[in-house]
């Protein structure tokens, strides 16, 4: 009798043990696959900021001393058009066309062209630099990219960039308050700077 | 300059050599198929800087110490 029972116990346990082995094995998978160490694939809150901090050098060592202290001070840049074949001077009915011009480049916000003389405020260019390869969900370049890449496209070969541009009156995107208070900020800017150096110069000579 | 990253190195070496030379070239034609501006800052006769594009190798001059790629121009907003 004794020896009945163990028998048929021990073939209980055995079949157990071939309909349980397999979901142990499958919860020990599991168990073991939520504790492995997961290489880090989440959003990276330094990388902007390291990225940024790259593209200011960057800028730094592209442009001039001055349009770097007023990219640094105002938070914009101003490059000269190159496409004026007018008369030196301008601020007149008469000069108007053909006279001395230039542009605002912000970050990420379109290029402002402007008569230097009269602050009159000639359009707006909506330029991107979209990642192709990646045309969906395209990330953004750094502020200070956007900008030296706006930067570079105008001094290198402004006809190509304005022809891609979309050009707009003034107002559409940058209020047109703001850009005229931007340029005073600017001549405010350049006076300040000028003294400065007008200073520097006399203590040099004395 | 790429989108979310920023500055990245793509490659350097010296084109007077020649494995350096042609790896330069690759690269440079490699960045330009993928629909990348080329562009090397310089300074202006008047003393201001300026961008000179360029879009073979050929053109970049002998003594510019690099070539900046960034994304080409599109019309936004």
Not at chain 2, 23 to 33: D, K, M, N, S, T
Request: charged share 30%.
């Amino acid at each position: 009798m004794l020896l009945a029972l163990s028998a048929t116990a021990i073939v209980i346990v055995a079949l157990m043990w071939e309909v349980c082995m397999p979901r142990i094995e499958e919860e020990l998978e599991k168990r073991r696959a939520r504790r492995a160490y997961v290489e880090g694939v989440g959003f990276d809150p330094g990388r902007e900021r390291r990225a940024e901090q790259r593209a200011r050098q960057l800028l730094k060592s592209c442009v001039n001393d001055e349009e770097w202290a007023m990219y640094r001070d105002l938070g914009f840049v101003r490059v000269w058009g190159r496409n004026a074949d007018g008369p030196e001077q301008g601020g007149t009915d008469r000069t108007l066309e053909g006279a001395p011009y230039a542009y605002l480049v912000y970050p990420h916000k379109p290029i402002i062209s402007y008569l230097p003389q009269t602050r009159q405020l000639l359009s707006e260019y909506c330029v991107e630099f979209p990642d192709e390869t990646r045309p969906y969900g395209s990330a953004r370049l750094p502020d200070s990219d956007d900008v030296l890449a706006k930067w570079m496209a105008l001094t290198g070969d402004e006809r190509r960039l304005i022809a891609s541009a979309n050009m707009h009156l003034p107002g559409r995107q940058v209020d047109p308050k703001q850009a005229r208070r931007d340029l005073w900020r600017l001549s405010e800017w350049e006076r300040a700077r000028l003294a400065r150096e007008r200073r520097s110069a006399s203590g040099a000579q004395a | 300059m790429k989108p979310g990253h920023g500055e990245v190195l793509l490659t350097e070496g010296d084109p007077e050599l020649r494995e350096d030379e042609e790896r330069l070239v690759l690269a440079f034609r490699e960045q330009l198929e993928q629909g990348m501006w080329a562009a090397v800052p310089e300074h202006a006769p008047n003393g201001r800087r300026q961008a000179r594009m360029v879009k073979e190798f050929s053109e970049i001059p002998t003594d510019a110490e690099r070539v900046i790629f960034f994304p080409r121009a599109a019309g936004g907003c």
